[in-house]
């Protein structure tokens, strides 16, 4: 394992250094709220109920809602023991999958790289996205369109139950 992600209750990753732990940070709310950048996928619904696991002897996170419109997850995990030419390669994968009922999410990708110290921009493309700063260029890869101002990707869907939307983010390559 090269680096690791905090995720929250809340579904959102507020610690994140790519590409090993010691690099400077993409995201880090957990810093500051306003500034050290995010990346959150969270049950647009008034009062939800939350609670994580790993699965047994695996790195997968799963964070589970409970609310009155429904129940999802979502699916965190880095994949482990690739080479470089190997897809899946230093991909942070997120997963959300509504087992039951129908559940309105938000997801909100806002980087911060160097720990808000460089600026960076935002390219759509038809994979999703690429976030280019000075030293790190990621590509969000998503399953749905993705909208953007300056410095954040968002995105709402509402998901019926047993459907499921996956999003990676990885290193961009220069040719996307």
């Excluded at 390219?123 to 999703?128: P, Q």
């Excluded at 953007?148 to 509402?158: C, E, I, M, S, V």
């Excluded at 999003?167 to 961009?172: E, K, V, Y």
Aim: hydrophobic share 40%; aromatic share 12%.
């Amino acid at each position: 394992m090269y680096t690791t992600a905090l995720v929250g209750l809340n579904g959102s990753i507020d610690w994140f250094c790519y590409p090993h732990h010691d690099s400077p940070s993409v995201f880090a709310a957990m810093l500051d709220q306003e500034k050290g950048g995010h990346f959150q996928i969270e049950p647009r619904a008034e009062t939800v109920n939350s609670q994580q696991f790993y699965w047994p002897e695996t790195n997968i996170l799963v964070t589970r809602f409970l609310c009155d419109c429904g129940f999802a997850e979502i699916i965190d995990f880095m994949p482990v023991g690739l080479s470089q030419e190997e897809r899946g390669y230093h991909w942070l994968v997120r997963k959300v999958r509504v087992i039951g009922g129908n559940m309105p999410f938000r997801l909100e990708c806002r980087p911060a790289f160097n720990y808000g110290l460089e600026a960076h921009r935002v390219e759509l493309d038809c994979h999703g996205a690429i976030l280019r700063s000075p030293h790190l260029n990621l590509a969000l890869v998503s399953e749905m369109p993705l909208d953007n101002d300056a410095q954040t990707l968002w995105t709402k869907f509402t998901h019926l139950a047993l459907i499921s939307a996956a999003w990676n983010l990885n290193q961009a390559l220069e040719t996307r």
